[in-house]
C-alpha cells in the first residue's frame, strides 16, 4: 500500500502562486510514474502534470508555461508549482501514483481562485 498526502492547496488571486506538495509512503516498489490531476465543479478529473515512466513530463495544454512539476531529491516527493493562476485552475487537486502495477491516489487538495 502507498499512502499520498497532499498539502499547499488554498486560496489565491488571479495571476498568483501555489506550490502543492505530495509526499507518499508505505510500501513503495516504484514511483516512476507520478503526477497530478484536477477535477473542477462538474467536470472530469484530468491529468495536470505528471512524471512518465521514462523520466519525461507531461502537462496539460492549459497549464504549459505556467506550472511546473518536480520532485524532492528523495524521490517519494513531487511538488507542483503553479503560476500566473487563473479562475479555471480552480479545482480539487490530487496526487498520483503508480507503484507496483496498482494506481495510488490522494485525498486530494483544493486549489481556489478567486478575486
Known amino acids: 500500500q502507498v499512502r499520498l498526502v497532499e498539502s499547499g492547496g488554498g486560496l489565491v488571486q488571479p495571476g498568483g502562486s501555489l506550490r502543492l506538495s505530495c509526499a507518499a509512503s508505505?510500501?513503495?516498489?516504484?514511483?516512476?510514474?507520478m503526477g497530478w490531476y484536477r477535477q473542477a465543479p462538474g467536470k472530469e478529473r484530468e491529468l495536470v502534470a505528471g512524471?512518465?515512466?521514462?523520466?519525461?513530463?507531461n502537462y496539460a495544454d492549459s497549464v504549459k508555461s505556467r506550472f511546473t512539476i518536480s520532485r524532492g531529491n528523495a524521490k517519494n516527493t513531487v511538488y507542483l508549482q503553479m503560476n500566473s493562476l487563473e479562475f479555471e485552475d480552480t479545482a480539487v487537486y490530487y496526487c498520483?501514483?503508480?507503484?507496483?502495477?496498482?494506481?495510488?491516489w490522494g485525498k486530494g487538495t483544493l486549489v481556489t481562485v478567486s478575486s
Open positions: 508505505g510500501t513503495i516498489f516504484s514511483l516512476n510514474v
Open positions: 512524471f512518465s515512466g521514462g523520466g519525461t513530463t
Open positions: 498520483n501514483a503508480l507503484s507496483g502495477g496498482v494506481n495510488y
